[in-house]
């Protein structure tokens, strides 16, 4: 029986520690993340020894080596992971729920049963069979919310795990056992079927909220794109009508050059020429590059640098097909100028400027943006992104860069220098 029970909570350690390395996004390597989880559970697993083994009549040390096992096993998580807030608590305590399970119908297959390695058995393919069908439905799901900073809390949503595993322990572990009290098992079933049901309904409000960040940022993205196409038709017509104007002067301007060429009057026939010259230059409409939701963007951005006297310097080449999502890739765009525009729209003139250099090709994609820099920048000590000093709901931005970089496996450095701030995006396609 000692040997059942050994076996069975090893098992959920070694289980629990996997969830929540697929589950979560590490901060450490592959290598530390694996110690730190395999360090965690060999302590845990010790734990166990004592409590089963050496004090196995104490239910006291039962009961406080239980709460240092649960202590370790979330702090692991929140320690391992990228981030540290409710939502790395929320994963951590599901999980804690998802290997009690398999406890627990290991304990139900031994009381019918007798049969120690049938329980084992049944305990391993149930912890695997959880494992296979939540890391494939659910996993990437809390991935993406990990990736984005959320204002929401998750805290209320915590106290679903925690009065799950609460109500599991008391049915089936303490202070009586189900070998104890069998009839608990009935109701232990049904238990872990409401919470399945619960959780269905807790992942499709992740779900749910998942599809409405990701619906504001397009809707971010279409509405920046329209008010661009919008102000490119403006340019457009008013340029077309400031030629039609141009157009019609013309033979006013050639009379008057004839009248001066007879006159010998060459400086002045120079002025008119160069008065020609400018009104056509003020009414090209520039094209930065042959894609047009990137050139529309890019248009909207220079008319809002021009607005505020910015030098606004660009090295763009982009073709017309590119191979990257051009919505998220203009929307990338959008949020570094707009950042850029926004740090030195207060600066002394000679400062105002910003250069970015942009290039989309068939074999990679470099964004290299710098600006000057007045005021000293707070860089996050995970991601490596500054952080924004705008107040709250600001700073999402640079998220939605770092996700847009995630999809093309890309690298991502920024720095502020000799009052310079820079900013490098590259991804090799081929």
């Not at 409710?86 to 399970?101: D, Q």
Request: neutral net charge; aromatic residues 14%; charged residues 20%.
């Amino acid at each position: 029986m000692v040997f059942f029970k050994d076996i069975s909570y090893m098992l959920s350690h070694v289980f629990f520690m996997v969830f929540i390395y697929l589950f979560l996004v590490p901060r450490y390597s592959k290598k530390k993340t694996i110690a730190i989880c395999f360090f965690s559970c060999f302590i845990m697993n010790l734990l166990d020894y004592f409590k089963l083994n050496l004090f196995a009549d104490s239910k006291l040390f039962y009961f406080f080596s239980t709460i240092v096992q649960i202590a370790i096993a979330q702090f692991t998580g929140l320690f391992i992971s990228v981030k540290r807030d409710s939502r790395v608590l929320f994963i951590s305590l599901s999980a804690s729920n998802y290997v009690i399970v398999g406890s627990i119908t290991a304990s139900i297959l031994y009381i019918y049963t007798g049969n120690v390695y049938l329980a084992l058995a049944g305990n391993l393919l149930m912890h695997l069979t959880i494992l296979f069908v939540l890391y494939n439905k659910i996993a990437n799901i809390f991935h993406q919310f990990l990736e984005r900073d959320i204002e929401k809390s998750w805290w209320e949503l915590c106290l679903i795990p925690v009065f799950f595993f609460c109500s599991f322990s008391c049915l089936a572990f303490f202070p009586y056992t189900l070998y104890e009290y069998p009839e608990n098992i009935l109701v232990s079933i049904f238990l872990m079927i409401t919470m399945l049901v619960s959780y269905i309904v807790v992942l499709r409000y992740l779900h749910s909220e998942t599809e409405h960040v990701e619906q504001y940022w397009k809707n971010v993205m279409f509405e920046s794109y329209i008010k661009g196409l919008e102000s490119q038709n403006y340019l457009v017509r008013q340029s077309e009508q400031n030629l039609k104007i141009l157009r019609h002067d013309m033979r006013h301007y050639s009379a008057m050059i004839d009248s001066l060429l007879e006159q010998e009057e060459y400086d002045e026939i120079r002025n008119i020429t160069g008065h020609i010259n400018e009104v056509v230059d003020e009414n090209k409409v520039n094209r930065y590059c042959e894609n047009l939701v990137i050139n529309t963007i890019l248009l909207k951005m220079a008319q809002q640098a021009q607005s505020l006297h910015i030098s606004l310097r660009l090295n763009v080449l982009v073709a017309d097909r590119i191979p990257v999502n051009e919505y998220e890739f203009a929307m990338v765009l959008a949020n570094l100028l707009e950042n850029a525009v926004f740090s030195v729209k207060d600066l002394e003139p000679p400062h105002k400027w910003v250069e970015a250099k942009i290039h989309c090709t068939a074999e990679y994609l470099l964004l290299d943006m710098e600006n000057k820099c007045s005021k000293e920048i707070a860089f996050d000590s995970i991601t490596g992104l500054p952080k924004s000093n705008r107040g709250k709901g600001h700073g999402l931005g640079m998220q939605s860069v770092q996700a847009f970089l995630n999809k093309l496996d890309g690298q991502l450095d920024c720095y502020c220098e000799n009052g310079r701030f820079k900013i490098i995006l590259y991804a090799k396609f081929m």
